[in-house]
């Protein structure tokens, strides 16, 4: 069995964050990175007392970081009493194993977080297969010094190996044979979701998608009456909800599937591939964004990027540009000579940039205050309609 990284029933256990500036990154950038990773860390009920960040040419291969800050960090940890170092990049298995040495605290990395993330909030067996296949796969190079004693007993009349037998090497054996295992009982689990797919016939899908915490299940709760989980943590949403919905005289199916993040790691890309069937099935995409987030451009990049990466580049798509209620900015001065930053727009003016070249494929609305909900819903039953008439020529009338 994987030794639990952490227990969960703590929300008293205290954290410090570290991440690397490297030659070519912005500042600014690395401090964002940052703060989504104490979002991270908040979401799995730790409590982020200090952040520490280091300029590097590129990271140190023993550490991670240079022995000045690490001496420093060391000091604080020990003093504070700190429960766990998290670092925003993924660490290999020898700089975690040194950095355990020298700090003698829990060491994470940015991936183990999420995979630990989304172990706690995996609610069904599909779930909870797709995490554990992320994690031993994600184990399995790592198993010294990460991982201590997994489950000796083996099937059958079967012992453990011979003499001679490095402790490691049965540990690679067990975890070799459960991620088989593992990989058996999804493409299962595969068959029958292929197989509900397909029992849904020829109506037209549409996909819930986007960074994660920006609103999807608000939206999926909006326009099918549904009380899918929605809440202000990361990833709260794991399993794909399916849900018919009808606008006016036009019903499709909709779902709600896991959000995207930056550095997702590749475990769950590859062990979610069920899931994420759900977004290359479908016909049509709502992307939604926070556009009150003051990244959110980088936020829609990074989820164009991944569906590139999945295969479903190539989907049309609604832009749903979400929490207008919560849109902030600071106008500048008119004696202000510095560069014009986002900050400074207003939400009008951020609809004059690249936006509005998107003709009628963009909508700004608040899912949480129902701010604009009728013009989203008009622009999603025309797009539907739109296909639904190519796809049934004969039942024009209805229209």
């Known amino acids: 069995m994987k030794e639990k990284l952490l227990s969960t029933a703590r929300p008293e256990l205290t954290c410090v964050l570290i991440g690397v500036i490297l030659k070519l990154q912005e500042e600014d950038q690395a401090k964002e990175f940052l703060e989504e990773l104490q979002f991270l860390a908040s979401t799995y009920n730790l409590t982020t007392v200090k952040i520490f960040t280091q300029k590097l040419e590129k990271p140190d291969k023993s550490t991670f970081i240079g022995k000045g800050k690490l001496e420093e960090i060391h000091k604080y940890v020990k003093e504070r009493n700190v429960d766990v170092v998290i670092f925003d990049d993924e660490l290999s298995p020898s700089q975690q194993r040194n950095l355990e040495k020298v700090l003698g605290k829990k060491i994470l990395d940015r991936t183990t977080l999420i995979l630990e993330i989304f172990e706690q909030r995996a609610q069904t067996a599909h779930a909870k297969t797709q995490v554990q296949l992320a994690q031993y796969q994600y184990m399995l190079p790592r198993l010294t010094g990460m991982w201590t004693h997994l489950e000796r007993q083996r099937g059958g009349t079967g012992t453990r190996g011979g003499a001679g037998e490095k402790e ?57 009456k549904s009380e899918v989980l929605a809440e202000n943590k990361l990833f709260a949403t794991l399993d794909t909800t399916v849900r018919k919905v009808t606008i006016d005289n036009i019903f499709f199916l909709l779902s709600d599937t896991v959000g995207f993040i930056r550095k997702l790691p590749t475990q769950l890309v590859e062990s ?116 639904h008439v190519k796809r049934y020529p004969y039942n024009n009338l209805l229209y």
């Open 272 to 387: 979610f591939k069920s899931t994420l069937d759900e977004v290359r099935e479908a016909d049509i995409l709502v992307h939604v964004v926070d556009v009150s987030h003051k990244n959110f451009e980088d936020h829609v990049n990074v989820v164009n990027q991944t569906l590139h990466d999945i295969g479903a580049g190539d989907k049309q798509v609604l832009m749903v540009f979400n929490k207008i209620d919560a849109f902030t900015y600071i106008p500048k001065e008119d004696d202000d000579l510095t560069p014009t930053t986002r900050e400074n727009l207003s939400l009008e003016e951020i609809k004059k940039t690249w936006m509005r070249h998107m003709n009628k494929n963009c909508v700004f609305i608040s899912a949480g205050k129902k701010h604009n909900v009728d013009e989203f819903k008009k622009l999603l039953y025309n797009m539907v309609k739109e296909m």
């Open 168 to 224: 490691i090497e049965t540990d690679r054996r067990i975890v070799r044979d459960k991620i088989a295992l593992l990989k058996e009982r999804l493409r299962e689990i595969d068959k029958q979701m292929a197989t509900q797919r397909k029992s849904r016939g020829e109506m037209i899908r549409v996909a819930l998608v986007g960074y994660t915490n920006v609103g999807k299940s608000t939206i999926m709760n909006m326009l099918s």
